[in-house]
């Protein structure tokens, strides 16, 4: 009986055997896929990382490459785009050489997390995490939540990623303050500005890199200028501009957030002035409705503030109801179009919201169909419609218009790729609708159309020193 049950015992033992094998021969590894791109390597990230390289005192300690460098430079762009602070920028890069190294890293090696910043799937799609520009409005999203102003920089870090090793954040907070500071110093000075129309003259205000206001205003021929605001250097917030009591007038931020102001008839500035309790702002928008000159601000809680006045002293700080989860840094605009004053305002997911009023309650919070995506914002009154443009994620500049009943669909303003998410301003003159935008280099360019084909791109002369 024995004898009969062999062959089945043996051909079960081969089985078993084989089973064996398979599970104790390791599976081959997986090759891991190289780090994405974060935008062209230049000669000057190269020479920045050498530099990095004797300075750092971490983890990153002659570890610095011209691709990490570039990455951070990604990082940095992002957030200046949205025109935050640089302490906004060194909480970014703290958490990505935590995260990733500063390595856009595409290997989910926990869990499904990818990119700079080490995002889960829960964040959004693989490309976009991958996306240095997407991955880091994301986490500034986040971060704008919590009091990133006060906070310690590891514990702004943690609340946005929730680690399981909070105390690796603050340890890195003095590179990145290094890295920072070398890239910001290296970069070309970017510009934001407003455009206006007073005397005859279309004005074109901007702020430098250097932090002063210049402008240049013209009637159709060269543009003159630069001009110079006294006593504007230091100033941080894009300018608006807006005409009231037969002054014009043009408002930025300081370093504090205030709002700072100077009026003019042509003769010398009078400033700077300021609106009072209106620390903590960083996007503006002025205009004038029912004989008042208002003024409009996204706080550091993310909701909208506003102020006016007819010439005496400013009312005291308005809220725009149902405002809260405004982008601060990004979009804001405002118009009067068919009896109503306009307030257009990007949300920290990219899409336009707006309200409109004629001196009694606001009305609900209203979504532009087709906006996500949008940073920069300006609006306009052209030939019996009201234009919206925003700054577009692929860096072009996206236009609707509409008389009070839907919206068009989105259009694209032809050659604007290359457009800043800030800096963007509209206004009518002699005829025409004219568009300002700011490229990534700081130039301004500008368009003008009479609701035929844009013109091509032109320049003011306009760029940064």
């Given at each position: 009986m024995l004898t009969r049950l062999r062959p089945a015992f043996c051909a079960a033992a081969i089985i078993i055997a084989a089973a064996a094998a398979l599970l104790t021969t390791p599976t081959p590894a997986r090759a891991a896929l190289p780090d994405y791109s974060c935008g062209t390597v230049t000669s000057t990230d190269t020479a920045l990382a050498t530099q990095l390289n004797g300075v750092l005192t971490d983890s990153l300690r002659n570890a610095m490459t011209a691709y990490r460098v570039s990455c951070a430079r990604a990082i940095i762009g992002a957030v200046t785009g949205r025109g935050l602070p640089t302490r906004a920028s060194v909480i970014a890069v703290t958490t990505s050489i935590v995260e990733s190294s500063l390595r856009n890293n595409p290997n989910q090696e926990d869990f499904d997390s990818v990119g700079l910043?080490?995002?889960?799937?829960?964040?959004?799609?693989?490309?976009?995490?991958?996306?240095?520009?997407?991955?880091?409005?994301?986490?500034?999203?986040?971060?704008?939540?919590?009091?990133?102003?006060?906070?310690?920089?590891?514990?702004?870090?943690?609340?946005?990623?929730?680690?399981?090793?909070?105390?690796?954040?603050?340890?890195?907070?003095?590179?990145?303050?290094?890295?920072?500071?070398?890239?910001?110093?290296?970069?070309?000075?970017?510009?934001?500005?407003?455009?206006?129309?007073?005397?005859?003259?279309?004005?074109?205000?901007?702020?430098?890199?250097?932090?002063?206001?210049?402008?240049?205003?013209?009637?159709?021929?060269?543009?003159?200028?630069?001009?110079?605001?006294?006593?504007?250097?230091?100033?941080?917030?894009?300018?608006?501009?807006?005409?009231?009591?037969?002054?014009?007038?043009?408002?930025?931020?300081?370093?504090?957030?205030g709002i700072r102001y100077w009026y003019g008839n042509g003769g010398p500035w009078t400033g700077p002035n300021a609106v009072p309790g209106s620390g903590g702002s960083t996007s503006l928008s002025s205009t004038v409705f029912g004989g008042n000159l208002y003024v409009f601000a996204t706080a550091a809680d993310g909701t909208v503030r506003y102020w006016y006045g007819s010439g005496g002293p400013w009312s005291g700080a308005n809220t725009v109801p149902g405002s809260a989860g405004t982008a601060t840094g990004s979009g804001l605009t405002s118009q009067v179009f068919g009896g109503n004053l306009y307030l257009f305002a990007t949300t920290t997911s990219g899409s336009v919201r707006y309200w409109y009023g004629n001196g009694g309650p606001w009305s609900g919070a209203n979504t532009v169909p087709g906006s996500s995506g949008s940073g920069a914002l300006a609006s306009a009154v052209f030939a019996g419609n009201l234009y919206l443009f925003t700054t577009a994620a692929d860096s072009t500049v996206r236009y609707w218009y509409g008389s009070g009943g839907p919206w068009s669909a989105a259009n694209t303003v032809p050659g604007s790729s290359g457009s800043s998410s800030r800096g963007l301003s509209g206004a009518v003159f002699g005829g025409n609708l004219y568009l300002f935008a700011t490229t990534t280099s700081g130039t301004v360019r500008y368009w003008y159309g009479n609701g035929g084909p844009w013109s091509a791109a032109n320049t003011t002369g306009t760029t940064n020193p």
């Amino acid at each position: 009986m024995l004898t009969r049950l062999r062959p089945a015992f043996c051909a079960a033992a081969i089985i078993i055997a084989a089973a064996a094998a398979l599970l104790t021969t390791p599976t081959p590894a997986r090759a891991a896929l190289p780090d994405y791109s974060c935008g062209t390597v230049t000669s000057t990230d190269t020479a920045l990382a050498t530099q990095l390289n004797g300075v750092l005192t971490d983890s990153l300690r002659n570890a610095m490459t011209a691709y990490r460098v570039s990455c951070a430079r990604a990082i940095i762009g992002a957030v200046t785009g949205r025109g935050l602070p640089t302490r906004a920028s060194v909480i970014a890069v703290t958490t990505s050489i935590v995260e990733s190294s500063l390595r856009n890293n595409p290997n989910q090696e926990d869990f499904d997390s990818v990119g700079l910043f080490q995002q889960r799937a829960s964040w959004g799609t693989f490309d976009q995490r991958m996306d240095p520009a997407w991955a880091t409005s994301a986490f500034l999203n986040k971060m704008l939540t919590f009091a990133w102003q006060t906070m310690p920089i590891g514990e702004v870090c943690q609340a946005v990623q929730v680690s399981a090793y909070p105390d690796r954040y603050q340890v890195q907070v003095a590179d990145a303050e290094r890295i920072v500071a070398a890239i910001t110093a290296a970069a070309p000075a970017l510009s934001s500005q407003g455009s206006v129309v007073f005397g005859g003259n279309l004005y074109k205000f901007v702020r430098a890199g250097d932090g002063t206001l210049r402008y240049w205003y013209g009637s159709g021929g060269p543009w003159s200028g630069p001009n110079t605001v006294p006593g504007a250097a230091g100033s941080v917030g894009d300018p608006v501009a807006a005409v009231s009591g037969g002054n014009l007038y043009v408002f930025t931020t300081g370093a504090d957030g205030g709002i700072r102001y100077w009026y003019g008839n042509g003769g010398p500035w009078t400033g700077p002035n300021a609106v009072p309790g209106s620390g903590g702002s960083t996007s503006l928008s002025s205009t004038v409705f029912g004989g008042n000159l208002y003024v409009f601000a996204t706080a550091a809680d993310g909701t909208v503030r506003y102020w006016y006045g007819s010439g005496g002293p400013w009312s005291g700080a308005n809220t725009v109801p149902g405002s809260a989860g405004t982008a601060t840094g990004s979009g804001l605009t405002s118009q009067v179009f068919g009896g109503n004053l306009y307030l257009f305002a990007t949300t920290t997911s990219g899409s336009v919201r707006y309200w409109y009023g004629n001196g009694g309650p606001w009305s609900g919070a209203n979504t532009v169909p087709g906006s996500s995506g949008s940073g920069a914002l300006a609006s306009a009154v052209f030939a019996g419609n009201l234009y919206l443009f925003t700054t577009a994620a692929d860096s072009t500049v996206r236009y609707w218009y509409g008389s009070g009943g839907p919206w068009s669909a989105a259009n694209t303003v032809p050659g604007s790729s290359g457009s800043s998410s800030r800096g963007l301003s509209g206004a009518v003159f002699g005829g025409n609708l004219y568009l300002f935008a700011t490229t990534t280099s700081g130039t301004v360019r500008y368009w003008y159309g009479n609701g035929g084909p844009w013109s091509a791109a032109n320049t003011t002369g306009t760029t940064n020193p």
